[in-house]
């Protein structure tokens, strides 16, 4: 008889849960945790390491802890081109990187690589805050990426091992280290010099060795790689103002429910500016830094003869980039 009581008062509470439509089953369902996993190849104080960790942060608040991200920094899971494969293939949920290597997938993205297109920081935030920058993350989808956001990286300017660059000439025989992308070399072959596709964690060797004469960067990526201990160097040219992207695996991205991936996009969106403000702190730092180390800044650089040096870079990739090309430059 006591047996046969409890069997019945299990159905009972079974049936009061299913007549409540099942909300205590429901609930736990709901409330699965879900872990992202984050790369970055800069270090953990690196202005878009904290960037991504402002988002997880957002995240975990949110939802009182049932959504984070792990943020692994300084290359933990790769260089930035096998980061990028990793996520295109679900095997890594998010990654952050230059806008560069990822323009060899997505084409449409080279465009804001091209040398010169931003006229200032001000322009580039215009420009992928807007409607164009809007358009850019959803080409990315049919490639297996999910677009989250815009960080910023200030200029990209040449540093060298050799001698002060002031003119076109000083490039002349110089072998500069560039990103893995068809625009970077031949932004640099234009510009009379020798361009060296290679991984951003091979640099410093390669400079040290003098596989390389120099390389190109913003002011902390050179500061804080220790380029500066071997290349005395740096022309602020600023030829460059390529965006980093933040990308998510669409393999990830559309096992979530809706709510969960608005959360996610609203995280990335409320991570930017703060990314941004590190950011402008870390390059006047970096900036002070590198000339307490001796660095020589040159800053007394004519840019007119190597705008003009990029036109047959800018004719070679009309034919596919040529209406983005035309609206980012209306952009005022």
Not at 85 to 90: A, F, I, K, N
Not at 288 to 298: D, H, P, Q, R, S
Request: hydrophobic fraction near 40%; glycine fraction near 8%; charge should be negative.
């Amino acid at each position: 008889m006591k047996k046969l009581f409890t069997v019945l008062l299990v159905l009972a509470v079974a049936g009061f849960a299913f007549a409540n439509g099942g909300s205590e089953s429901s609930d736990t369902a709901s409330a699965e945790p879900i872990v992202l996993k984050a790369a970055d190849t800069h270090a953990i104080d690196y202005p878009t390491v904290l960037g991504l960790i402002k988002m997880g942060e957002l995240l975990d608040e949110w939802t009182d802890g049932r959504i984070t991200i792990e943020v692994y920094p300084s290359k933990q899971l790769g260089e930035e081109k096998e980061t990028i494969e990793q996520v295109q293939l679900g095997a890594l949920d998010i990654v952050r990187t230059s806008v560069g290597p990822v323009g060899t997938i997505v084409p449409e993205l080279s465009v804001l690589s091209l040398p010169y297109i931003f006229r200032s920081a001000e322009h580039s935030y215009k420009v992928v805050d807007g409607e164009i920058g809007d358009e850019l993350l959803a080409l990315c989808e049919p490639h297996g990426f999910v677009g989250l956001g815009w960080y910023g990286s200030g200029q990209r300017s040449f540093y060298n091992t050799k001698r002060p660059i002031r003119s076109l000439e000083d490039l002349d025989g110089l072998k500069f280290r560039v990103m893995q992308n068809p625009v970077f070399v031949d932004m640099v072959d234009a510009l009379g010099a020798s361009a060296t596709p290679m991984a951003y964690g091979e640099v410093y060797t390669a400079l040290s060795t003098g596989v390389i004469d120099g390389a190109e960067n913003n002011y902390p990526s050179f500061y804080t790689s220790n380029h500066y201990e071997v290349a005395g160097y740096y022309t602020q040219d600023e030829h460059l103002r390529v965006p980093e992207i933040i990308l998510m695996s669409k393999k990830v991205f559309d096992t979530l429910s809706a709510e969960d991936q608005e959360l996610i996009k609203k995280a990335a969106a409320e991570s930017v500016p703060y990314q941004r403000e590190q950011w402008d702190l870390m390059a006047a730092e970096s900036r002070k830094k590198m000339e307490e180390a001796g660095v020589e800044i040159i800053t007394d650089v004519d840019k007119t003869p190597f705008i003009n040096a990029m036109a047959p870079v800018y004719e070679k990739h009309a034919a596919t980039l040529g209406p983005w090309i035309e609206r980012i430059q209306a952009v005022k």
